[in-house]
């Protein structure tokens, strides 16, 4: 069981940036892939940003070059640094650790104002 906690979430302007962070409880993830995908009101959950721990990322094509995903030595925190955000980034964004099945955490809220 993989536990994963969301946070760093807020509500910015447009051109900032916020940095989340999603942690496992009392574990490594190194045996995952892991991700941040996200949902606005009205729209289908999408893929944002994925991480390998062996160093490959992705991304969507609507974050890539502004986004960036990372994690931490120890491998229990992944990161998304998101710069010069824009109002259709607002969203509940999510970390996943994916292997034989997905866990997903709660979701923090990333809302950009104009």
């Known amino acids: 069981q993989v536990q994963l906690t969301e946070s760093g979430g807020g509500l910015v302007q447009t051109g900032d940036s916020l940095k989340l962070s999603c942690a496992a409880s009392?574990?490594?993830?190194?045996?995952?892939?892991m991700g941040w995908y996200r949902q606005a009101p009205g729209k289908e959950r999408e893929f944002v940003a994925g991480?390998?721990?062996?160093?490959?990322?992705y991304y969507s094509d609507s974050v890539k070059g502004r986004f960036t995903i990372s994690g931490d030595n120890a491998q229990t925190t992944v990161y998304l640094q998101m710069n010069n955000l824009q109002v259709e980034d607002t969203a509940v964004y999510y970390c996943?650790?994916?292997?034989?099945?997905?866990?997903w955490g709660q979701g923090t809220q990333v809302t950009v104002s104009s």
């Open positions: 991480l390998w721990w062996s160093g490959r990322t």
């Open positions: 009392g574990r490594t993830l190194r045996d995952y892939r």
């Open positions: 996943t650790a994916g292997s034989t099945r997905d866990y």
